[in-house]
């Protein structure tokens, strides 16, 4: 159980893209089922779920937000900066046999 | 409203146990996989546990399988965590969090509760 790696840091100006990786295996991220689910947390905050299944987003999350992935790797992708979108971003992902395990995180910064 | 709310944290020497608790509200508890997430100070976050909504399957991180069960009482809406031989690395700020229907991840978590294991 291994955590999933994501780069530690991300940054972008107001109205431009940024997309955050996360890589596991063929036994969590690749494995097969759309299982990974993308989480924001401000900080002294709680963990908002802001994508599942991959590439869902759950009532009340802009669309700015979307999800992706391509074999092992996960993919946020945040469109049109805002600067409420600074937050640490976590993946998680299903590991089979009722595992959960999630990434190392990654802190986004609008510049 | 859809609430969890966890207590039970505290400050605790090393080789002691604790129990947590998280108090549901506001959605069927009964229908619903719960899990325990962790965050050690300054730290990302670690899942710890999972139950599925009977009670029938559980399953552990490594990093505590041996050291924690998770348990829950639908008839009171109350999930649990037990941690016995608690080791400074347990010091965390512990989540307890709602399963989204179909593996979707955690869409609903509690405010926390602290545990620091200090002599």
């Known amino acids: 159980q291994s955590a999933l790696t994501q780069p530690p840091s991300a940054s972008g100006s107001p109205g431009q893209s940024v997309t955050i990786s996360c890589t596991g295996t063929s036994s969590d991220v690749g494995g097969p089922y759309n299982y990974v689910s993308w989480y924001q947390q401000h900080p002294g905050k709680v963990p908002k779920l802001m994508i599942y299944h991959v590439s869902k987003r759950p009532s009340g999350v802009p669309d700015r937000f979307s999800g992706s992935r391509s074999g092992n790797t996960a993919s946020l992708t945040v469109s049109g900066l805002q600067a409420e979108d600074e937050a640490d971003y976590y993946c998680?992902?299903?590991?089979?046999?009722?595992?959960?395990?999630f990434g190392e995180g990654t802190k986004l910064t609008v510049l | 409203e859809v609430q969890l709310v966890e207590s039970g944290g505290g400050v605790i020497q090393p080789g002691g146990s604790l129990r947590l608790s998280c108090a549901a509200s506001g959605f069927n508890f009964n229908a619903h996989t719960m899990h325990w997430v962790r965050q050690a100070p300054g730290k990302g976050l670690e899942w710890v546990s999972l139950?599925?909504?009977?009670?029938?399957?559980?399953s552990y991180a490594d990093s505590v399988r041996g050291r924690v069960t998770i348990s829950r009482d639908n008839t009171k809406n109350s999930l649990f965590l037990q941690i016995d031989s608690l080791t400074t690395e347990d010091t965390a700020f512990y989540y307890c969090?709602?399963?989204?229907?179909?593996?979707?991840?955690?869409?609903?978590w509690g405010q926390g509760t602290t545990v620091t294991v200090s002599s």
């Open positions: 139950i599925t909504w009977d009670g029938g399957s559980t």
């Open positions: 969090a709602k399963d989204l229907p179909g593996w979707g991840g955690m869409d609903v």
């Open positions: 998680g992902s299903f590991a089979g046999s009722n595992n959960w395990v």
